[in-house]
């Protein structure tokens, strides 16, 4: 119930309570804190300005004869006030409204005079800020639900408010940050905005009286972690996020993952579980900006780290949410024996189980999972249920879990995190072949889809299948690798069985392309494509990371912004794209190599990466080195 005030204050209480269950669960503990002041850096994503807020009221007045209305009450319900609004002066502000069809481009305000007035957008009014307040308005009303196609169509939810937050100019994250302009907001149901809106077209002049009691100021954020040891340095990590409005969104992460602990230490002191060769932690911040932080301020934590979970809007009921759970992968650079193992794990529960949970796979989605960057180094699967139809609104409420689907999950990440933590030589060589097979099965489903394909339409050249072959081996032979960090350094035998799976995916990958060609009767030999100009170029420049975590582009100027995104079509260079290219940047691949890499990944083609790290290296993002 605390976090649902989006309040510094209120984060801080959030943090506490956590601390003091897992203490009463006879968890070790500890809380510590990372700056909140709009302007520390940790990677590429910048802190946000702590903000509180302890009174808002947003309400019409009265004219020739009707009553003032209530509108917005942050009391009665905090979605209703737009979160880091600047407070008012003392007294309020009364302002006439003014429609504004959009709100987030210069052209809406286009014949509109909102100079002193409040904007009423259909807009988001953490998009409508910047342009509101750069023509004078002094503050912004929005009924804006976002549309999610299936999970939640128009006017659905008409009597809900969407959680709106003033957030930066720049691109290090979300909150608002040192040098950003402030502004006050309030945000209405559907409901709500179509009478008023219906109102204004009446009454033609409407005015309202706006209250906020807010501040800004240089704050903390709290970290709360719990620990079960183990019997050597060693830990396996569950990790989330906390300080958002929502039970399913994310006070479910966090709520499973401190059930986790207390029923695996319970039974670890009753002696029904040994106590495990790693200890387990969990470890729950602000979202991605306060995990990096941690990442950067508390390495004694998480170089200790083997592998982890994140988990992230779990446990909703699939017939009020529509969303089903997704196992979401690390990143394929940083492809990891973790996504086979939990796969496996949530297959079995599948079988074993009579409740069933909606599940599926998919590649990495970012969210607190960020410590699995090649640049952290750290393998955590992903499980998330998103979109959902109440995401980011004020009824994502404790009654929208389904408790037996939260066991389920619970039982899924106890037994991952157990696994793990006292994993050893038998468990590493059982990985081994399971990751080994998975990749098998990979390269299988490639030779049949280029067969259909190639049946159907002549299209997908030989060439073409060798880089995809090629891009599975160099997947699953950094998932196979990733096993070692199990493994221990005298374990001869494992590190032996590891190399001849290594080698038996590279056979696999040349026998699945020679019988492609068998099958279709085109020649065998490995291709060798002409190199253009471009390409040979490329193949000679080595790009090499020199930030934690990928870059948010918050050092390009803002006046710059426009030009890059011109510059990113040109390259043919999407969000995808750009984040795969990251991924696979390791110092020691060319941009050539990274670019076949990328375009096996994602399906694009026609990249063009090497503007892109040159440019990017002016920055300070990328260091490039030329080959001899």
Not at 336 to 363: A, G, Q
Not at 384 to 390: A, D, I, M, N, S
Not at 445 to 450: C, G, I, N, P, Q
Not at 577 to 599: N, Y
């Amino acid at each position: 119930d605390l976090d649902r005030w989006s309040s510094f204050d209120k984060h801080h209480e959030t943090a506490l309570y956590c601390i003091d269950t897992m203490k009463g669960y006879g968890l070790e503990t500890e809380i510590f804190q990372l700056p909140a002041d709009g302007e520390k850096t940790y990677g590429d994503w910048i802190m946000p300005r702590a903000w509180d807020a302890w009174s808002a009221r947003l309400t019409l007045l009265p004219k020739d004869g009707r009553r003032e209305v209530i509108l917005c009450d942050y009391k009665v319900n905090p979605c209703s006030l737009v979160v880091y609004s600047k407070p008012t002066p003392p007294g309020g502000v009364t302002a006439e409204v003014v429609v504004v069809k959009g709100g987030s481009k210069p052209e809406d305000y286009d014949g509109l005079d909102v100079e002193g007035k409040v904007v009423f957008t259909s807009d988001s009014a953490r998009n409508s800020r910047i342009e509101a307040t750069r023509h004078g308005a002094v503050g912004i009303i929005s009924d804006h639900l976002p549309v999610i196609e299936y999970y939640r169509p128009p006017m659905e939810l008409p009597d809900c408010y969407f959680w709106d937050r003033f957030s930066t100019d720049t691109h290090g994250g979300w909150g608002m940050k040192k040098g950003d302009i402030e502004c006050w907001g309030f945000v209405l149901t559907p409901r709500q905005g179509h009478w008023l809106r219906e109102l204004i077209r009446k009454e033609k002049t409407v005015k309202v009286h706006a209250e906020v009691n807010s501040r800004f100021y240089d704050g903390t954020v709290d970290v709360v972690t719990g620990y079960i040891p183990g019997e050597t340095d060693e830990e396996v990590l569950i990790n989330g996020h906390l300080y958002e409005v929502g039970a399913i969104d994310n006070a479910s992460g966090c709520g499973v993952a401190i059930e986790v602990l207390r029923c695996l230490n319970e039974l670890i002191e009753r002696g029904e579980l040994k106590r495990p060769k790693r200890g387990i932690r969990m470890l729950f911040t602000y979202e991605c900006m306060g995990t990096m932080g941690a990442v950067i301020e508390r390495p004694d934590i998480f170089n200790r780290v083997v592998a982890a979970i994140t988990l992230d809007s779990v446990g909703g009921d699939e017939s009020l949410c529509k969303a089903f759970l997704s196992l979401s992968h690390n990143p394929y650079a940083q492809s990891s024996y973790t996504d086979t193992l939990l796969r496996l794990i949530m297959e079995h529960m599948t079988h074993r189980e009579k409740f069933l949970v909606n599940w599926r796979e998919r590649p990495f989605l970012n969210a607190d999972n960020i410590i699995s960057d090649p640049t952290i180094g750290i393998p955590s699967p992903l499980l998330l249920e998103y979109p959902y139809r109440y995401y980011h609104t004020c009824m994502d409420t404790p009654d929208k879990l389904n408790p037996d689907k939260l066991s389920w999950i619970g039982v899924v990440a106890a037994t991952y995190v157990y696994f793990i933590a006292n994993a050893g030589e038998a468990e590493c060589k059982w990985l081994i072949e399971e990751v080994l097979s998975e990749g098998k099965k990979a390269m299988i489903d490639a030779v049949k889809e280029y067969v259909k394909v190639y049946y159907e339409s002549g299209g997908r050249r030989s060439e073409e299948l060798w880089k995809r072959l090629n891009y599975l081996r160099i997947r699953y032979d950094n998932a196979l690798e990733s096993i070692l960090r199990l493994a221990s350094s005298d374990d001869h035998d494992t590190r032996r069985r590891l190399n001849n799976a290594k080698r038996e995916l590279i056979e696999f990958a040349e026998a699945s392309y020679r019988r492609f060609c068998h099958i279709t009767g085109t020649t065998a030999e490995k291709p060798k494509p002409k190199m253009s100009r471009y390409k040979l170029e490329a193949s000679k420049v080595v790009p090499k990371r020199l930030i934690i975590g990928v870059s948010k582009r918050t050092r390009i100027p803002a006046d710059k912004r426009e030009e890059w995104s011109k510059k990113l079509k040109e390259w043919n260079i999407d969000a995808d794209v750009e984040f795969s290219a990251q991924m696979w940047c390791d110092g020691k691949r060319s941009v050539a190599e990274i670019e076949e890499l990328v375009e096996c990944e994602t399906g694009k083609t026609g990249i063009k990466l090497l503007e892109y790290f040159r440019e990017m290296e002016k920055y300070g993002y990328f260091e490039c080195s030329v080959k001899d």
